[in-house]
């Protein structure tokens, strides 16, 4: 029993080997016009489809059945048939291999080993491997996508190229920039890239104009990017799926300043115009009759020191009493006319006042308690009307302000950072009156430093009226 198959270069010889169950290939087999031992090479395109075959030859004298099998890596692309052969002895029948590699980057190029084992069914210790060497030509594709396909900026944008090999071959790939104009300067980082079959790679794409756009519409500037293998342009034009359409994507630039600020602008300017020969000759004028009326000398009225009393003049003696009461002057009642008068003005009151304000500053360390006081000073009243607290390092605790005997709030420290309170009606502490704000710390807080704080700080401001006591 012996399979006429074809055997690797290496099992063969000039003469007949002998095999197991000492059965040796026949003359025939091997002679002029018949299949030799050997397979021959076979070369491949990824995506088609190549034969080719061994004869199995039954040389025994028993009825033997043949598996054959492809083995090594081609076996995952190649098929035997028929995969099993019965013979009688004495009789041969060829079988066919099918080699039908798939067209992606998992068939590299290059030699690829093809096995093909022959494994008797009734003798199973005679089976063969029988090799051969098949070579896989080379094919060439590159995915590319470039996202986004439209980018806003005013000067540059950014876009990213994914790039896949899904050739069977190591390729570096190149870039080529395409443009109307010379207005865009593009950018590729890395520039060629090496990339294996079945590898991918991220390419960074900046794009930058020359000169800005200040005012108007944006201006949209496209460009094309085209992808091919570098150093082997000739090659990839031999290659038609090496052809692919140039990347298509848009960089749009948008103005420095916007329509709507031109629009604003013209209405400023306007308002200015109107201002300076309109509003300003009214108020300059309006400002001159109010100084004017001002600066003029008024009547002293009657009673006032150095003024006159109606009906009376330096020679008319007759006006003055003895004592230096005026006539018509009544008395009141447990004195004359002029004690009653002093009596009648005696008392205080406040004058008009001006603006004023006070700043507490207060610094408290962790796990304490600690006060600060504003004193109203003396003959004087403050209306307050506004008051802003600061907690610009975000400390938690809680703080109180009291005017006098009277709270005006409680708050906690870490619901703010700044608090502000303002009252129509003002609130009036007397003379002497105290301002008070006392803050317990119960964990200080982070100012713009970014290191934490050993104590805390908060700052009260108290703004409004201090008005002087006359008596």
């Not at 397979?39 to 990824?46: Q, R, S, W």
């Not at 099993?84 to 099918?98: F, K």
């Not at 304000?357 to 307050?384: C, E, H, M, W």
Request: glycine content about 12%; overall charge negative; proline content about 9%.
């Amino acid at each position: 029993m012996i399979a006429r198959v074809l055997p690797s270069r290496s099992s063969l010889s000039p003469r007949a080997r002998s095999y197991r169950g000492g059965v040796t290939p026949s003359e025939t087999s091997s002679g002029s016009g018949a299949p030799g031992l050997d397979i021959p090479a076979v070369t491949v395109t990824p995506g088609g489809t190549v034969t080719t075959g061994v004869t199995v030859r039954n040389d025994s004298d028993i009825v033997e059945a043949y598996n054959l099998e492809v083995v090594g890596d081609c076996a995952s692309w190649a098929t035997v048939d028929p995969p099993r052969v019965s013979l009688y002895p004495g009789t041969s029948e060829r079988v066919t291999i099918r080699l039908e590699p798939p067209r992606s980057p998992e068939v590299r190029a290059g030699e690829t080993p093809l096995g093909v084992r022959v494994l008797p069914a009734e003798h199973p210790e005679s089976v063969r491997v029988l090799e051969t060497t098949v070579h896989v030509e080379e094919f060439r594709e590159l995915h590319t996508e470039l996202a986004p396909g439209r980018r806003r900026g005013w000067l540059r944008g950014r876009y990213r190229l994914a790039v896949r090999n899904r050739g069977n071959s190591p390729v570096r790939v190149g870039f080529t920039p395409g443009q109307a104009g010379e207005e865009l300067g593009l950018a590729f980082s890395p520039a060629e890239p090496a990339l294996e079959p079945g590898e991918s790679a991220e390419v960074g794409l900046r794009v930058r104009t020359g000169k800005p756009v200040w005012f108007g519409a944006p201006v949209v500037w496209p460009f094309t990017v085209d992808t091919a293998e570098a150093g082997d342009q000739e090659a990839a034009r031999r290659d038609e799926t090496a052809v692919r359409a140039p990347l298509e994507a848009e960089f749009v630039q948008i103005p420095v300043f916007p329509r709507w600020l031109l629009v604003v602008l013209a209405a400023l300017l306007a308002l200015l115009l109107a201002w300076f020969a309109l509003v300003r000759p009214v108020v300059r004028s309006a400002a001159e009759e109010a100084a004017t009326e001002a600066v003029q000398p008024r009547p002293t009225p009657a009673g006032e020191p150095g003024g006159q009393t109606p009906g009376t003049g330096p020679g008319d003696d007759s006006s003055a009493r003895p004592g230096g009461q005026e006539a018509g002057a009544s008395s009141g009642p447990g004195g004359d006319g002029p004690a009653a008068d002093a009596g009648a003005d005696s008392g205080t009151s406040a004058g008009a006042g001006r603006q004023s304000s006070a700043t507490i500053d207060l610094r408290t360390s962790g796990g304490q308690t600690r006060t600060g006081t504003y004193r109203v000073p003396g003959n004087s009243v403050f209306k307050v009307t506004d008051i802003v607290v600061a907690n610009f390092q975000g400390d938690e605790g809680v703080l109180t302000i009291t005017f006098g005997d009277r709270k005006i709030t409680t708050i906690a420290l870490e619901t703010f950072r700044n608090q502000d309170y303002h009252w129509v009606t003002p609130i009036e502490i007397p003379e002497n009156g105290t301002v008070t704000v006392e803050v317990t710390c119960e964990k200080p807080g982070t100012p713009a430093t970014g290191r934490r704080a050993q104590g805390c700080h908060e700052v009260l401001n108290v703004s409004g009226v201090l008005s002087r006591i006359t008596q």
